[in-house]
């Protein structure tokens, strides 16, 4: 690791005001993915601003279906969570199979979608619940925040305060790890937000999969808006060409993987 | 006997120490003005090096120098050599190319040594490192060791032409030819051997202090076989005279093969350390240094026919194997693929004929070597899926095919070298069919069919040849070294024991069943008794541990010094007691006259022998005794693996739902370390099967370069597994241990492939059978 200077943020004018005088700074949150960055050497900032010690921004609120999780929540803060357990239990599933114990115990709802590891988990659900992105400046919408590989709708100096959204009538979210790394090599939230009986309000997440990053199938969001069942999704199509491939799985196998999820997704949310 | 004798399951008394974070490692070592090294590797797989300016890396803060491959071989440390002389089969000795410790002129694979830089501590080490200015000429590489043979293909050695090492050759071929010519059927199969990294949990390390007055070196290292580590040290790397310098393999954490050979960075830093004028050097691999670095295993990719009658006898077995040697030939990289390997092409079966071809191949890889097993795998692998392939072309029950064809009378020689001394595989085969239920199995396969699932059943009968070896035999091959044992057994005047032995212990708990030795021979508790091990200063010399011998050959060892120190203490106790020594019996700590009541306690006689106030004429006094024992033969250890898997035909997700393992290892000390050896040779075995592959792309860039790709076991992969035992003696040695060490990795590759391919219905499947590619052979089949 490169040396590099270490702060903590009071609150959150302070963490801008930091990140600002910095000459090359970085926010860290739970550290999961910068720090193994830093330890090869293939990330030197600076300065290294901590947002984990700003109070109350790691709590998570819920009011009747209204949810507002901190960024500092960590991902065994989201899992165990009794409030959000009630309205909202495929978040907590989805954030109890991230990583490890020790990845759960540090890692953040904010560093992840700060990051946007095109294989994290969280992404597809911000997506599929159609979450706000509240940041220290302004509320942004999942579909705008997710804009590629790795990038967000984040400016230098912004960073992410908490998200919120309205709790799904009913939602799942399946996921098949790397069998190397545990990330997604397909992950889909399906999320039921009810609506009106002809213009039925379904989403579906996808991370893991696309070479573009994180993206919702809108096919599959038609098809089960039609119909919610497995069966529905046969008319579907996943293009291979739009899959990323490596040594784990060709485009042509994340394809399937994405549909196989996606079913599953649909079997656990009905 | 007793509750710590031979048998006892007796708790590990090293784990104290490792469970609570107090074993000493060599990373865990300082020394007082102790400098650290880093090393410049090459980022490319193949290049020729213009220059390296280390200007600005020498001026960088705490750096005390700079070195260079140049500079090494200028000062006359040797190359790194090939223990292990191989003819091809027109008589010419193998190719070998020079490997120095650091690369002079050419570099051959991402991550060779280029140069080195001695600072005051390991940040100012490695950000000089990585100022190091390499300048250098990309030339093409080749990682495939079928393409390194083509035509055109880029060369690396020029000791080597066409990149062929040997072309070697084992078994009758115009007999096996002839064999081939009588089949009613002949089944081929084409098989590739995944190549695999051996991870072992404690990255390698060395600690170099060196002492100016005395010109003397102390090594402490992560090595399996320290004393080995010193003899090619000093008589082939010349780095220090055998006397000047002493070698310290202290807790190791695992070696699997990978730990037996001495690597450029030991050299390197021994030389370094005089050469900088520094009292101390300490390098610590990175685990990513560990992935480029640590010799990798298997790479084999081989053809193989197997002939039948019309009864189902086999008449013959005929296999071509190409193996990859990566860049430079490691210490033992001749033997593997070839007398580790294809000496045991007879498998478990009477086959009249056996020919087996091998060429040996550079490529822009690591170093490929020994990894548990060390070819016993590649030869079972090819055995057991030619079994099963052959069981289904001819349409019989794979287990009936297999039991028709067993060995059952002993001696047997087979047409590849090995004489198998005793066994009985269908005593193993028995026991893993009725503990897997096997009769059963087509019921249990509907159930899952009904879930939507594909369920399979495949069986491995191994055998493989441990307790590694006759001396004169592997001389006769071309081994560099004798691999027999010595042991010092060193009593206390107050009656303890001290066991000195040349085996290494590096996960096995020596410690513990050494001492069950003794405890056993003299009915002492295990807490009186010492293993000593891992030092040159303090062990005279050994050969070290792998290949499964460490019970059959170090253990032997011990025995026999231990029928030393009876003799003597009977000796002295019948003096004592006036009575005749034939009548002396030790037993519970006891010496006695046998059908009497006149007894001396065992300290009694052990302070007896130090006082020498009254000892038989003549005797010296004191009471320590040492051997050497050399085997009479290689051990034969076998059994059946039987596993049993579901496949989801969704995602391709093979889940393992039982694992059967009946093995026989000849006598067993202590069973509980036994059946840990064996869980652990499993879950390598079915890593290798199920998850782990080193992948490199085309320019020779390792892809699968640390745990986010390269996947190894989780406790959550694998099953309970049911393991059963029988102990049918070795003649070979005084106590009939075969060893257990490597039988898991070797015997459990071919069941759980058997088992998925039963399972999908498709037998082209290749290792590992990762989901995606179980789910490819899956489309590929319908």
Not at chain 2, 45 to 61: F, L, V
Not at chain 2, 410 to 421: A, S
Request: charged share 20%; with cysteine; proline share 4%.
């Amino acid at each position: 690791m490169y040396e590099t200077n270490y702060t903590r943020a009071k609150d959150v004018s302070d963490a801008a005001k930091q990140l600002r005088a910095a000459d090359d700074g970085k926010y860290i949150s739970g550290g999961m993915t910068l720090l193994p960055t830093m330890k090869q050497r293939l990330a030197a900032p600076s300065d290294l601003i901590d947002l984990t010690y700003i109070k109350g921004m790691g709590d998570i609120k819920v009011s009747r279906k209204e949810v507002t999780i901190g960024a500092n929540a960590t991902h065994a803060e989201v899992a165990t969570n009794a409030k959000l357990m009630k309205v909202c239990p495929s978040l907590c599933e989805l954030a109890s199979h991230i990583g490890d114990p020790h990845v759960r115990n540090r890692g953040t709802i904010g560093g992840s979608i700060a990051n946007n590891d095109p294989a994290a988990d969280y992404p597809s659900a911000m997506l599929a619940l159609g979450a706000t992105i509240v940041t220290n400046k302004r509320k942004i919408k999942a579909d705008k925040f997710f804009t590629d590989l790795f990038e967000t709708a984040l400016a230098e100096d912004e960073f992410v305060k908490a998200v919120s959204f309205t709790a799904p009538k009913k939602g799942a979210y399946a996921k098949f790890p790397s069998p190397a790394s545990r990330y997604a090599m397909a992950g889909v939230f399906v999320a039921d937000h009810g609506g009106t009986k002809a213009k039925r309000d379904i989403r579906v997440g996808v991370t893991g999969a696309s070479s573009g990053g994180v993206y919702r199938a809108k096919d599959m969001e038609k098809a089960l808006a039609k119909s919610f069942s497995v069966d529905a999704l046969n008319g579907c199509k996943v293009d291979a060409n739009d899959m990323l491939s490596d040594i784990h799985g060709s485009s042509a196998y994340r394809a399937n993987l994405v549909m196989v999820m996606a079913k599953r997704a649909v079997a656990a949310a009905s | 006997m007793g509750k710590q004798g031979i048998g006892a399951p007796v708790l590990r008394k090293e784990d104290k120490r490792f469970l609570t974070g107090k074993g000493k490692y060599t990373d865990d070592m300082k020394i007082a003005g102790m400098h650290y090294a880093a090393f410049v590797r090459s980022p490319h797989a193949h290049a020729k090096i213009k220059k390296i300016n280390i200007k600005a890396a020498s001026k960088m803060p705490g750096v005390a120098a700079v070195l260079d491959g140049k500079q090494l071989t200028g000062d006359g440390i040797g190359n790194i050599i090939c223990g292990w002389m191989v003819h091809s089969k027109d008589g010419s000795p193998m190719n070998m190319g020079a490997w120095s410790a650091m690369a002079t002129e050419y570099v051959r694979y991402v991550g060779d040594a280029v140069a080195m830089v001695v600072a005051e501590t390991q940040e100012q080490a490695v950000a000089a490192a990585e100022a190091v200015d390499v300048d250098y000429k990309v030339l093409p590489a080749v990682v495939s060791a079928v393409d390194a043979l083509k035509k055109g293909a880029p060369q690396l050695h020029p000791e080597a032409k066409n990149n062929l090492i040997f072309d070697w050759e084992i078994g009758e071929e115009a007999a096996t030819d002839a064999a081939f010519k009588k089949a009613a059927n002949i089944v081929e199969i084409d098989i590739r051997n995944n190549r695999l990294v051996a991870n072992p949990m404690e990255p390698r390390s060395a600690l170099v202090q060196y002492d100016a007055a005395e010109d003397h070196y102390t090594l402490h290292t992560t090595s399996q076989n320290p004393h080995v580590a010193r003899l090619l040290l000093s008589a082939f790397y010349q780095v220090a005279p055998e006397h000047k310098l002493r070698v310290i393999a202290p807790d190791v954490g695992g070696g699997f093969g990978t730990k037996i050979y001495v690597y450029p960075e030991e050299i390197a830093c021994l030389w370094a350390a005089k050469r900088a004028g520094v009292e101390a050097i300490k390098w610590t691999s990175t685990r990513s240094e560990a992935f480029l670095t640590d010799a990798h295993g298997r790479d084999h990719v081989s053809t193989a026919k197997m002939a039948f009658d019309k009864n189902n006898k086999i008449l013959g077995m005929k296999v071509d194997t190409i193996a990859n040697l990566g860049a430079y030939m490691s210490l033992f990289s001749s033997a593997t693929p070839t007398y580790l390997y294809a000496t045991l092409l007879s498998g478990q079966y009477n086959i009249p004929n056996v020919h087996a071809n091998v060429r040996t191949v550079y490529t822009n890889t690591v170093p490929v070597d020994a990894y548990r097993g060390a070819g016993r795998p590649e030869a079972t692998y090819i055995m057991e899926r030619m079994m099963t392939t052959a069981a289904r072309q001819l349409g019989v029950d794979p287990a009936e095919l297999r039991r028709k064809n067993f060995i059952t009378s002993f001696p047997h020689q087979t047409p590849v070298i090995m004489c198998y001394d005793a066994g009985d595989f269908g005593v193993s085969l028995d026991a893993a069919m009725k503990a897997s239920d096997y009769a059963n199995f087509e019921k249990r396969r509907k159930s899952s069919k009904r879930k939507g699932k594909l369920r399979g059943i495949g069986m491995s009968c191994y055998i493989e040849a441990c307790g590694i070896a006759p001396s004169a035999a592997v001389g006769s091959l071309g081994a560099g070294v004798g691999l027999w044992e010595s042991a010092e057994v060193r009593v206390n005047p107050v009656g303890t024991v001290e066991i000195l032995t040349g085996s290494h212990s590096h996960g096995q708990g020596h410690e513990t069943t050494f001492a069950q030795l003794v405890s056993d021979r003299f009915g002492l508790p295990a807490e009186n008794i010492q293993v000593v091990h891992g030092d040159t200063d303090k062990v005279q010399f050994g050969m070290g541990t792998y290949g499964s011998r460490s019970g059959a050959v170090g253990m032997s060892a011990i025995e026999k010094a231990l029928d030393k120190v009876e003799v003597k203490a009977k000796k002295i106790a019948a003096h004592v007691l006036e009575a005749s020594e034939g009548d002396i019996e030790i037993k519970d700590g006891e010496v006695m006259v046998k059908g009497t009541d006149k007894k001396l306690l065992w300290h009694e006689v052990c302070l007896a022998a130090y006082m020498a106030h009254n000892l038989p004429e003549g005797m010296e006094p004191g009471l320590k005794e040492g051997a050497f024992y050399d085997p009479a033969n290689f051990t034969f250890p076998a059994g059946c693996y039987i596993c049993e898997v579901e496949v989801d035909p969704d995602t391709g997700v093979t889940t393992i739902e039982q694992f059967v393992a009946a093995d026989d290892f000849g006598k067993i000390i202590n069973p509980m370390i036994v059946e840990g050896q064996v869980h652990g040779g499993l879950a390598q075995g079915i890593g290798q099967a199920l998850l782990e592959n080193v992948v490199y792309d085309d320019e020779g860039q390792l892809i699968s370069a640390s745990y986010m790709d390269y996947t190894m076991p989780r406790a959550d992969d694998l099953p309970n597994f049911k393991i059963s035992t029988t102990e049918t003696l070795t003649p070979s040695n005084p106590l009939g241990i075969k060893g257990c060490g490597e039988a898991g990795a070797i015997g459990s590759p071919p069941a759980v492939i058997n088992a998925i391919t039963d399972a999908i219905g498709n037998n082209d499947l290749t290792m590992p059978a990762s989901p995606q590619n179980v789910w490819a052979a899956i489309q590929a089949a319908e």
